[in-house]
């Protein structure tokens, strides 16, 4: 089954991460940097503190004129310093099953069925993270992977979250219902508002498509559909922010 592999992502090429506080994040983690490219001259504040800890781990640093730094820039914000790193690391589905049951805690997952837009994946993974959400699965196709937009987005987040990333994400929900986790799905057509549900127990919430919401087969794979009430002329809000209330909702459920 799909969920019993280990992914890595389709590009082959280096990875990178970019922005001061980015690869500071990068830094205090235990993931491999192949280099750092600083841009001649940017020797004061944070740079200083790169430098020092690329130094402390023995990484490569290479000063770059200003126009080199932004032809290799993936972002339009590099703030003088990109890290080189390998390819990132999906985990398997049960894996982020694993990281729940070994904290002692029922699971919390968002499946995220298509979302395009780095911004919004970035957003959603940096959510996850400060919310304790187990881990993210997302599908391999017509969906943006993790990327350096993303790691800059989420404030180096993705270092701290478990991602799986699989070929079909209905047969991740059957596995995860194999499972008895609770599979609930936001839509704007669903009958009942996301905070009427208990979302205390054992959960995945799927956030769809940043323009057409969830795919008819995932829509039909939950076991819940949950709105958000709309009060405004504009009928939608942005993935992100959906998928921030929905989970915020759970985490004010099971704290209190």
């Known amino acids: 089954m799909e969920s019993n592999r280990k992914f890595r992502d389709d590009d082959s090429s280096r990875g990178q991460v970019e922005g001061r506080n980015s690869v500071l994040e990068l830094l205090d983690s235990n993931r491999d940097i192949n280099k750092i490219f600083v841009e001649k001259g940017e020797k004061h ?6 430098l020092a800890k690329a130094k402390d781990r023995k990484i490569v640093i290479v000063e770059v004129d200003k126009q080199k730094l932004k032809q290799m820039a993936q972002t339009d914000n590099h703030q003088g310093v990109i890290a ?16 729940a049951y070994n904290k002692n805690e029922k699971p919390f997952i968002l499946i995220l069925d298509g979302i395009e837009d780095p911004h919004n994946l970035g957003a959603i993974i940096r959510t996850a993270e400060t919310a304790g959400v187990h881990g993210i699965i997302i599908p391999k196709r017509r969906a943006c992977s993790v990327n ?6 989420s404030s180096g987040a993705v270092e701290h979250m478990k991602i799986a990333r699989v070929n079909n994400i209905n047969e991740e929900i059957k596995y995860l219902k194999e499972n008895d986790i609770w599979i609930y799905g936001t839509d704007v057509e669903a009958k009942k508002y996301y905070y009427e549900e208990n979302l205390t127990g054992a959960i995945a919430i799927v956030i769809g498509n940043e323009g057409q919401g969830m795919s008819r087969l995932v829509k039909e ?17 942005n993935a992100s922010v959906s998928a921030g209330i929905v989970t915020y909702e759970a985490v004010r459920q099971r704290m209190f």
């Open 45 to 50: 504040g944070s740079i200083n503190k790169i």
């Open 84 to 99: 080189i790193v390998p390819p990132f690391n999906y985990c398997r589905v049960q894996d982020i099953l694993d990281e």
């Open 148 to 153: 350096s937009t993303v790691y800059k987005v």
């Open 221 to 237: 794979n939950c076991d819940v559909l949950l709105k958000i009430p709309m009060k405004g002329n504009i009928t939608s809000l």
